[in-house]
């Protein structure tokens, strides 16, 4: 499933190319899945509208678009397991799977496409709403250190599993929270209630760390993950326990650990983390 950094590349891919320009039309597949919003409130939303922003909230993609008569609202898009948002000339084949289709008035379209359909498109109407999306939880980049601290104060659930819930953080899934717990030196099945200041202030950096330096590497490419050109990531290169089950550490080599914590399948150092 594609975390922070892989949402953030695509979301910067897709404003880069997108930005300024009108929604033509829009045409959707139906799929009862795909569509958190009815598909025709998203084509009556969309169509005629500006893009003026995309950019990344938690794990969605929001789209800030600017209707006739200056209304203002927002697209989101959200990638689930297998989701891509792509920016294609209209000549190119439609990829199998494409669920959306917003023909845009510089000619490109941009395409969503997801073969197992846990992907959710939604529009946010900011006259009903108000408030512009937020998301579920606190941004991890931009969280300051007391905060931070005070997110897990009396929490009895493994820190493993408390970066994982969006409703704490949001962006953060499996990768980069076996990473960042590696990086702290922190074991992820302590209770994130007991962890002292020291080592949450650790780990608030080494997550920050982490996050940004996949993003400068265009996220990490496992399973199908691909940039808004359909380019791959490159961080998966750099990740130092995610997925290396038996391997040596790169800091003691001692072999990397994988247990469950939460359901999730947890890789870490026994010597590094305590
Ligand atoms: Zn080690």
Redesign the pocket.
């Known amino acids: 499933m594609p975390e922070l950094p892989e949402v953030e590349t695509v979301a910067n891919g897709v404003h880069e190319r997108t930005h300024g320009q009108v929604i033509e039309a829009v045409w959707t597949s139906g799929k009862p899945q795909t569509f958190k919003s009815p598909p025709e409130e998203i084509a009556e939303t969309l169509t005629g509208a500006r893009i003026d922003k995309i950019h990344r909230v938690g794990k969605t993609i929001v789209c800030d678009l600017t209707q006739a008569e200056e209304e203002k609202a927002q697209f989101l898009i959200h990638l689930g397991m297998t989701g891509r948002l792509l920016v294609s000339e209209p000549d190119v084949p439609m990829p199998p799977h494409t669920h959306a289709v917003l023909t845009l008035s510089g000619g490109r379209e941009i395409r969503f496409v997801d073969a197992r359909r846990f992907g959710r498109l939604s529009v946010h109407h900011l006259a009903a709403h108000a408030e512009k999306y937020e998301g579920p939880g606190r941004e991890p980049l931009t969280i300051s250190v007391e905060d931070f601290i005070a997110l897990f104060r009396g929490r009895k659930t493994p820190i493993k599993a408390a970066l994982l819930n969006q409703s704490l953080l949001h962006g953060v899934g499996n990768i980069y929270a076996d990473e960042s717990l590696f990086r702290a030196g922190i074991r992820p099945r302590r209770q994130a209630g007991r962890l002292n200041r020291a080592e949450l202030s650790k780990l608030r950096e080494a997550l920050t760390v982490v996050l940004k330096h996949a993003i400068q590497l265009g996220g990490s490419s496992v399973s199908d993950y691909v940039d808004a050109d359909g380019v791959r990531g490159f961080f998966q290169l750099e990740h130092k326990v995610y997925s290396r089950t038996g391997k040596p550490?790169v800091?003691?080599?001692?072999p990397i650990k994988k247990i469950t914590v939460g359901g999730r399948s947890t890789h870490f150092?026994p010597?590094?983390q305590k």
Do not use: M
């Not at 800091?251 to 001692?254: K, N, R």
């Open positions: 550490c800091v003691c080599g001692t150092c010597a590094c």
